[in-house]
């Protein structure tokens, strides 16, 4: 649908790009042309999907954490060395855990903000400091979730990606002079890997209360990953893109979960 050269001769870092969202929107970077870096902390992950995208077009690994200044420093220097520019980064890295917000102990708290919060501003800080304020030219896609009615269920990962929601608004504004432009994608139930996390009860019967009846594809998320870090939305900065089947319009698809406050206070 895209032109089969839209991406020829850019470079892109996919976080999270060893599998679910992450692989698809790689997939179809590498389908229009594009180098792409695909990014995580596991390295097997990582050259599992290699085999899968390699095949497609200029693909690459980097063992990274998000959540570690260093780490990233490093994978900038990598980028440097192999490629000489950065062109586009997809924040996609990301994780969390179901649970009630009163069962949330300190150290889960701290872990999902750690990597869904501070992991997208570290990666953001590092490589627009590395790549984009030089070039004078840069685009950042931050992958969030659904979070117009908070997220019931995940406390943390709510807090965590309103978080990134409003980064992406500051920055849009602060960076907007260097020509970096950022927007997230608010993705709602997608059918991937990353449902693998939640219990299967939780799932079930799931479609009927979407309004469109049916859970996303990982590559409709790609498809928007793409005109967003394209030319044909140059002119859009600071906003954020739901694609949900009208899921956070209308209708409750999970129950609020049941937990037992007494366990934790
Ligand atoms: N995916 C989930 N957590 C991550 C982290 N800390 N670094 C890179 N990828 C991740």
Same mark, same amino acid.
């Given at each position: ?34 180098? *792409? ?7 097997e992950?990582? $050259? ?28 900038? #220097?990598?980028? #440097?060395?192999?490629? &000489? ?26 872990? *999902?903000?750690e ?41 943390h990962?709510?807090a965590?990606?309103?978080?990134? $929601? ?13 020509? %970096? ?7 709602? %139930? ?13 799932? #079930?019967?799931? $479609? ?7 859970? &996303?594809?990982t ?42 406050? #007494?366990?934790?206070?």
């Amino acid at each position: 649908m895209y032109q089969p050269n839209l991406f020829a001769g850019k470079v892109v870092l996919v976080s999270g790009g060893g599998s679910g969202i992450g692989k698809a929107i790689a997939k179809q970077y590498l389908q229009l042309g594009a180098t *792409v870096y695909i990014a995580s902390r596991k390295l097997e992950k990582l $050259e599992n999907a290699l085999k899968e995208l390699s095949p497609i077009g200029d693909c690459r690994v980097l063992e990274l954490n998000i959540r570690d200044v260093e780490s990233i420093q490093v994978a900038a #220097k990598q980028i #440097k060395e192999q490629s &000489g520019r950065l062109d586009i980064l997809v924040n996609n890295a990301g994780g969390q855990f179901p649970s009630a917000a009163v069962l949330i102990a300190p150290k889960g708290w701290n872990a *999902v903000i750690e990597t869904n919060l501070t992991g997208t501003w570290l990666m953001s800080q590092t490589f627009a400091m590395e790549f984009f304020m030089p070039q004078k030219d840069g685009i950042i896609v931050n992958i969030i979730a659904n979070i117009v009615r908070g997220f019931p269920g995940m406390a943390h990962t709510g807090a965590a990606r309103a978080g990134v $929601e409003n980064l992406t608004k500051t920055l849009a504004v602060e960076w907007a002079p260097y020509h %970096i432009r950022i927007n997230a994608i608010a993705p709602g %139930i997608i059918l991937s890997t990353g449902l693998d996390q939640y219990p299967p009860e939780l799932l #079930k019967g799931i $479609e009927a209360k979407i309004p469109m009846k049916r859970l &996303g594809g990982t590559e409709e998320v790609g498809h928007l990953a793409l005109f967003l870090s394209s030319p044909l939305s140059n002119y859009i900065t600071g906003q954020t893109m739901y694609i949900d089947g009208g899921q956070s319009l209308w209708g409750d698809v999970w129950e609020i979960p049941d937990f037992e406050p #007494k366990d934790r206070i």
